[in-house]
Each structure stands twice: as C-alpha cells, then as structure tokens.
C-alpha cells in the first residue's frame, strides 16, 4: 500500500501534465458562496495534505486534500490521479458543522 508521500507524488506529478476540471467540480468551484479559483485548487495540490484515500472509487482510486486558499480559507479538493492529467472530482469549503475544528476530520 503506498503512503501518503508516495500518493501525493503522483497527484502532483499529475497534475503537471495537466489538470482537468470535471463538470461537477466547476459547478462546485463557480458557485457565489465559494468562488474557487484554479489557482487555488493548484495551491492545494501543491501544499496540501492527504486527509481521506479511496482506493475503491468507481472513478479510479481518488483522494481528498485539505489546503488553503486565499485569505488562508481551508478549500477542500477530490482528485483522482491518471497517467497524463489530474481530474477535480469536486471543490468546496468545509464547515464546522461536517468536520472538526481543524477540517481533518468528519464529524
């Protein structure tokens, strides 16, 4: 089973080759009381952190990064790693209301 480090390598190797934005990602990223950026999301890819792994996704095996963006807000990011590209599953901003104070956790 590969760590963290070993998966956040080919995330990020990934997405040098090229991200890919999935239909519902954007839908998730454009809404008025997110606004995420492309920019952002790459910020997260590059300097967040693996908080959930899922090997058994129907998408291929995919992985949630906890990052911030702008103004140092936590953003959420589902990816799911391939060979020439990155795919954004989804993006949002975690609450408190569904994760722990630190946004590691569910609650």
């Known amino acids: 089973m590969d760590n963290d ?3 956040l390598s080919r995330i990020r190797h990934s997405a040098n080759r090229k991200i890919l934005f999935l ?3 954007l839908r998730q990223m454009s809404r008025p009381d997110r606004m995420i950026t492309p920019a952002e999301i790459r910020d997260v890819i590059n300097h967040g952190e693996i908080i959930e792994n899922y090997p ?3 998408r291929g095996h995919s992985d949630l990064i906890l990052g911030y963006g702008a103004g140092q807000r936590p ?3 589902v990816c799911s790693p391939k060979e020439d590209f990155l795919a954004i599953i989804t993006a949002y901003i975690p609450n408190t209301e569904n994760w722990s104070a630190d946004f590691r956790e569910r609650l």
């Open 5 to 7: 480090q070993d998966i």
């Open 75 to 77: 953003i959420h990011v």
């Open 23 to 25: 239909p519902h990602a």
């Open 56 to 58: 058994e996704d129907n």
